[in-house]
């Protein structure tokens, strides 16, 4: 049983900053990747971020340059920081594993862009 717990969601000014972590706890031990997605009212779910077991990386080309990727192997955590927050950011971001052709999802956390 995979579980994916979120945490650091929240209101931000523009321009702000925030940082959203994800834990990843049961079965993971041949994980493809790791990474977070996003929903907007009205819009698909899309890839903001991921990582991949191998330590590659690949961001959405509207979040590169302002957020960053990273995981601690140790805590089986993997860590979203979002800079100069933008109003378009907001959305319902989902922590993500990919694993064995599987698709694992978080329950969501709120991030609001907003003055």
């Known amino acids: 049983q995979v579980q994916l717990v979120e945490s650091g969601g929240g209101l931000v000014q523009p321009g702000g900053s925030l940082r959203l972590s994800c834990a990843a706890s049961?079965?993971?031990?041949?994980?493809?990747?790791m990474g977070w997605y996003r929903q907007a009212p009205g819009n698909q779910r899309e890839l903001v971020a991921r990582?991949?077991?191998?330590?590659?990386?690949n961001l959405a080309e509207s979040v590169k340059g302002r957020f960053t990727i990273s995981r601690d192997n140790a805590k089986n955590t993997v860590n979203l920081q979002m800079n100069s927050l933008k109003p378009e950011d907001t959305a319902v971001y989902y922590c993500?594993?990919?694993?064995?052709?599987?698709?694992?999802w978080g329950q969501g956390t709120q991030v609001t862009v907003s003055s």
């Open positions: 993500n594993l990919y694993m064995n052709a599987r698709n694992y």
């Open positions: 049961g079965s993971i031990f041949s994980f493809n990747a």
């Open positions: 990582i991949f077991r191998g330590g590659s990386t």
